[in-house]
């Protein structure tokens, strides 16, 4: 058998963790003492336990964390461990979707407050955006220092509602930073787009590691286009991924646009 084989045998073992619930679960199916409120919040614990226990692995290996920011390097995994965690409880919650958000920031004309006030200012927004980030997210969602100025987090278990929720709050907590480079009041700004992956869970049984990776890079190019969108509409804003957009006159007038500036 293939180390590949033999890898995947043992992220499928049942802990004493999944093993408990399992045996909760059947309690309460035994007794006729079924509720949609406690099986759902049995189900998130479930969920919550492998996700955090995928990223506490990853927080071990010190090459994965950007030491700039503290936050997560950008890997092509990550949706694939997310997928995992949440295959553990697809026979206990049939014919339900399982949605995952995806949001790209980049902070708006970093490169004019580079050029004019030093590298050393950018670093001072770089880490109270990756703060800000890190103080309004849950323990269980992926956040990540793309590149550059922008930033990535995946939100598991988020649909549109959560993930606006979300994006409110982040927006909240990013303008009330005040800046005063050389005696100079600096605003700084967001753009971001968001977009979502809704799987259902008889799908997810057919997936594969590739097919995840396929749609980790379709989930990246959504929210970058729609963060381009946000860009071309004034910045300092948030859109949602819309595929009845053309995205890509979008891209090709923001370009126009920076160009003349």
Same mark, same amino acid.
């Given at each position: 058998?293939?180390?590949?084989?033999?890898?995947?045998?043992?992220?499928?073992?049942?802990?004493?963790?999944?093993?408990?619930?399992?045996?909760?679960?059947?309690?309460?199916?035994?007794?006729?003492?079924?509720?949609?409120?406690?099986?759902?919040?049995?189900?998130?614990?479930?969920?919550?336990?492998?996700?955090?226990?995928?990223?506490?692995?990853?927080?071990?290996?010190?090459?994965?964390?950007?030491?700039?920011?503290?936050?997560?390097?950008?890997?092509?995994?990550?949706?694939?461990?997310?997928?995992?965690?949440?295959?553990?409880?697809?026979?206990?919650?049939?014919?339900?979707?399982?949605?995952?958000?995806?949001?790209?920031?980049?902070?708006?004309?970093?490169?004019?407050?580079?050029?004019?006030?030093?590298?050393?200012?950018?670093?001072?927004?770089?880490?109270?955006?990756?703060?800000?980030?890190?103080?309004?997210?849950?323990?269980?969602?992926?956040?990540?220092?793309?590149?550059?100025?922008?930033?990535?987090?995946?939100?598991?278990?988020? %649909?549109? #509602?959560?993930?606006?929720?979300?994006?409110? /709050? +982040? @927006?909240?907590?990013?303008?009330?930073? $005040?800046?005063?480079?050389?005696?100079?009041?600096?605003?700084?700004?967001?753009?971001?787009?968001?977009?979502?992956?809704?799987?259902?869970?008889?799908?997810?049984?057919?997936?594969?590691?590739?097919?995840?990776?396929?749609?980790?890079?379709?989930?990246?190019?959504?929210?970058?286009?729609?963060?381009? %969108?946000? #860009?071309?509409?004034?910045?300092?804003?948030? /859109? +949602? @991924?819309?595929?009845?957009?053309?995205? $890509?006159?979008?891209?090709?007038?923001?370009?126009?646009?920076?160009?003349?500036?």
């Amino acid at each position: 058998m293939s180390d590949d084989n033999n890898r995947d045998d043992k992220e499928r073992e049942l802990g004493s963790f999944d093993i408990n619930i399992i045996n909760i679960m059947t309690h309460l199916y035994k007794s006729a003492a079924v509720e949609d409120e406690v099986m759902e919040t049995l189900r998130k614990l479930n969920f919550e336990y492998h996700s955090l226990l995928d990223k506490n692995n990853i927080l071990e290996e010190k090459v994965n964390i950007d030491w700039k920011t503290n936050l997560l390097k950008y890997r092509d995994d990550y949706l694939t461990m997310i997928i995992k965690s949440a295959s553990r409880i697809l026979d206990i919650i049939p014919n339900e979707k399982y949605v995952i958000s995806y949001v790209r920031f980049d902070i708006d004309n970093f490169s004019m407050l580079n050029n004019r006030f030093g590298h050393d200012k950018g670093d001072i927004v770089l880490v109270d955006l990756a703060n800000v980030l890190r103080n309004n997210s849950r323990p269980t969602d992926y956040i990540i220092r793309f590149g550059g100025e922008e930033f990535d987090v995946i939100l598991p278990s988020t %649909d549109l #509602k959560g993930a606006i929720t979300y994006m409110d /709050k +982040i @927006y909240k907590n990013f303008s009330s930073l $005040k800046y005063n480079f050389e005696n100079t009041d600096v605003r700084v700004t967001v753009s971001s787009g968001v977009a979502l992956l809704a799987m259902d869970f008889r799908q997810i049984k057919r997936i594969n590691g590739d097919m995840i990776k396929d749609e980790y890079i379709k989930l990246q190019k959504a929210a970058d286009d729609a963060l381009y %969108d946000a #860009k071309l509409s004034g910045k300092n804003q948030y /859109k +949602i @991924y819309n595929d009845k957009i053309d995205y $890509k006159d979008i891209r090709t007038r923001y370009a126009a646009m920076t160009v003349k500036a």
